[in-house]
């Protein structure tokens, strides 16, 4: 059984962001005085008085709007309506009930669902305000006054949203589970392939460039295991992130990679390989990750006889420090190979994860060194003593050497190859650290 979750929902700008973020303790989704920013559903886990739970933060439900984005916003709400265990509505004290408010409650009270009613920006904690009697109109029991911005109250609240949980299950199993981070630039079609995989409209898709803004983190299981796909704000070229909230949605994908066990590079097949896409490659090859690059769109792509094998050279020329990634070719679109993303996901993954022993490194070390020999500078030549793993995601080796000067990167990549091809390391970065003897 997976844990509880907690879903937070209410009218754009009454502060559901800036709750979410302090009961998680870090900001996880985006926060600004711009009605509907928050606009998919965004996901954390978190705890109360021993109690882990998923917290859900969602777009700010407007219940009558022909706004393209703000509809699918609704829909996402009452996406995460249909998931959650127990709801916390969050309505803004100074307005006090609107329109809007009375529609949601209804919706709510239609979900049958446990619900927290929340009166946020309650500034001061004193006597009870007279405006708070308005919201027991609504039906859904004791509001709750709170102030996000200055933690007055919200305790109370997480003490409310404790007691309706549903009982722990006691033969609850903790599994292996995969973080997959989607990563590219915007419009690529990084939403598109979450919705295919889930089955549902899980993400917000749309034809404008950007209109992923957090991070968002969907759970999946299937025969080949379970994930967490990470679906991200496309990252745009430096020059191009003019909006606060752009940046904000740039740091978010970063922080995404660094959560994931594996990143999935989507590129445009019409477009080929950018210089923006080599830029967020880095980012993932820097972190250490597990890297797959997907071609998406190829359904689309003009070819002949050998235009698979050409398109990956030319993939590879421009992403020369990523030749151990695989590369898959699909289509989001119709669902052409997605499925065998999976196996490519569990492989790489395990391949990040891999330790070696000692005696084994070594073995293969020794017979590097018997079929090329280490360099020499000067008349003095390199001796390699042994090699040690250090730490696995990804795989980071230990050589020591009696002059690190000698040990040319030549030598070292062709090491790093050795490694590769005994023990396959196809997908994952492989580190090497320089020690001469002396050295701790």
């Not at 829909?75 to 709801?87: F, K």
């Not at 669902?335 to 994860?353: D, M, T, Y």
């Not at 390199?382 to 793993?389: A, C, E, V």
């Amino acid at each position: 059984m997976a844990k509880p979750t907690v879903a937070i929902v209410g009218r754009p700008n009454v502060g559901k962001s800036t709750f979410f973020n302090y009961i998680v303790g870090k900001r996880i989704s985006i926060v600004a005085d711009t009605p509907g920013v928050t606009r998919d559903r965004v996901c954390a886990e978190t705890n109360w008085r021993g109690r882990d739970f998923t917290l859900v933060d969602t777009g700010g439900i407007e219940p009558e709007t022909n706004d393209v984005i703000l509809s699918q916003m609704r829909e996402q709400a009452n996406l995460a309506i249909a998931m959650a265990d127990v709801i916390v509505f969050v309505t803004d004290l100074k307005q006090g009930v609107t329109a809007a408010d009375t529609d949601i409650a209804l919706m709510l009270k239609k979900s049958k669902k446990p619900v927290v009613l929340v009166c946020n920006k309650a500034d001061n904690y004193g006597k009870m305000p007279d405006e708070i009697y308005e919201f027991y109109n609504l039906g859904l029991g004791e509001p709750y006054r709170v102030s996000a911005v200055n933690a007055i109250g919200i305790g109370d609240v997480l003490d409310a949203i404790y007691d309706m949980l549903p009982p722990k299950d006691e033969n609850e199993e903790d599994s292996e589970i995969i973080k997959v981070a989607i990563i590219g630039k915007p419009n690529v079609g990084k939403s598109s392939l979450v919705n295919r995989i889930l089955g549902e409209n899980r993400v917000i898709v749309s034809d404008v460039a950007g209109t992923t803004r957090d991070a968002i983190d969907s759970e999946f299981e299937n025969e080949f295991g379970k994930y967490i796909f990470i679906d991200t704000a496309g990252i745009r070229r430096k020059n191009k992130v003019s909006e606060e909230l752009e940046k904000y949605s740039v740091m978010r994908s970063l922080l995404a990679v660094e959560r994931a066990d594996v990143c999935i590079l989507m590129i445009d097949a019409n477009e080929g390989v950018t210089e923006q896409d080599t830029k967020i490659a880095g980012e993932a090859h820097e972190a250490g990750k597990g890297v797959i690059i997907v071609v998406n769109k190829w359904d689309d792509y003009e070819k002949d006889n050998n235009t698979l094998e050409n398109y990956k050279k030319d993939v590879y020329n421009k992403l020369s420090y990523l030749s151990y990634a695989p590369i898959l070719f699909i289509s989001a679109k119709t669902g052409q190979r997605v499925n065998k993303l999976f196996e490519l996901i569990n492989s790489v993954a395990s391949q990040n994860a891999l330790r070696v022993s000692t005696s084994v490194l070594n073995q293969v070390l020794n017979e590097a060194i018997a079929i090329v020999q280490p360099p020499t500078d000067k008349g003095r030549r390199l001796r390699i003593f042994y090699m040690t793993q250090a730490s696995t995601k990804p795989p980071t080796f230990v050589v020591f050497v009696n002059d690190k000067k000698l040990f040319h990167f030549s030598y070292e990549r062709y090491l790093v190859n050795q490694i590769r091809k005994e023990f396959g390391l196809v997908g994952t970065p492989v580190r090497m650290i320089v020690r001469e003897k002396a050295e701790k």
